[in-house]
């Protein structure tokens, strides 16, 4: 059973640049969540998805965005990029809302210059 | 704001020692969970507590879970290279179970 497959793996954009993250999950998950990491502040949630739906959101700003397709892919888009936003982005799926059990695909390296 | 906190932040050991790490609230939790990440990699879900006071063992790593479901401990016996890496807990958010909670992780090197 494949795991969950994010891409790419590496980026480096510059500032005020935008870009758009892929995360495929789990086949028959259904439920995908992002989250930023960083050294100093560790994993901080983004955003899930369910159905098409965003059901819940952390506190970034308007910039981070999300969408989720019928097959349960989803990507997330981060505009007018700033430094502070080089981080490992982490998509993880669950079967389910309300399962906490999280898998994790191996991240995005964003870096911003 | 429910937080966890873990500790130590970083643990330097030698092949073969014993070590126990921790994951520490004010804030009950029901259910913790514990996971590995590597570098480069994403988080690997090791294990979930529910009830207070449970144990777990996976192979020579034991989990606890505190009786009031605030802590919880990860003890690793005879550490080996191979258990390098960050050692992750979270747990659900009371106010929106699907919303979890992370420490910020204890970093293990074991030394060959």
């Known amino acids: 059973k494949a795991g969950v497959t994010q891409t790419p793996r590496y980026l480096i954009k510059t500032r005020g640049q935008q870009v758009t993250l892929s995360c495929s999950p789990i086949s028959g998950h259904r439920s995908v969540s992002w989250y930023q990491q960083t050294p100093g502040q560790g994993l901080q949630f983004l955003f899930e998805?369910?159905?098409?739906?965003?059901?819940n959101k952390g506190n970034f700003p308007g910039r981070f965005s999300g969408r989720q397709f019928s097959n349960s892919r989803s990507e997330m888009n981060v505009s007018t990029l700033e430094l502070g936003d080089s981080a490992l982005y982490l998509c993880?799926?669950?079967?389910?809302?309300?399962?906490?059990?999280?898998?994790f695909g191996q991240g995005t390296r964003l870096t911003v210059v | 704001t429910q937080l966890l906190e873990q500790s130590p932040q970083f643990l330097s050991i030698q092949e073969g020692e014993n070590l126990t790490v921790y994951c520490n609230s004010s804030?009950?939790?029901?259910?913790l969970q514990w996971y590995r990440q590597e570098p480069g990699e994403g988080p690997v879900l090791l294990v979930t507590v529910v009830t207070g006071g449970e144990v777990k063992k996976l192979k020579r790593l034991t989990f606890q879970f505190g009786d009031a479901r605030k802590d919880s401990s990860l003890h690793i016996t005879a550490a080996q290279p191979g258990d390098t890496g960050l050692y992750l807990c979270?747990?659900?958010?009371?106010?929106?179970?699907?919303?979890?909670?992370w420490g910020l992780g204890t970093s293990l090197a074991v030394n060959p």
């Open positions: 998805y369910f159905s098409e739906t965003q059901r």
């Open positions: 979270a747990g659900p958010d009371a106010g929106n179970n699907r919303k979890l909670i």
């Open positions: 804030s009950v939790f029901s259910s």
């Open positions: 993880a799926s669950s079967l389910a809302l309300g399962r906490p059990e999280a898998f």
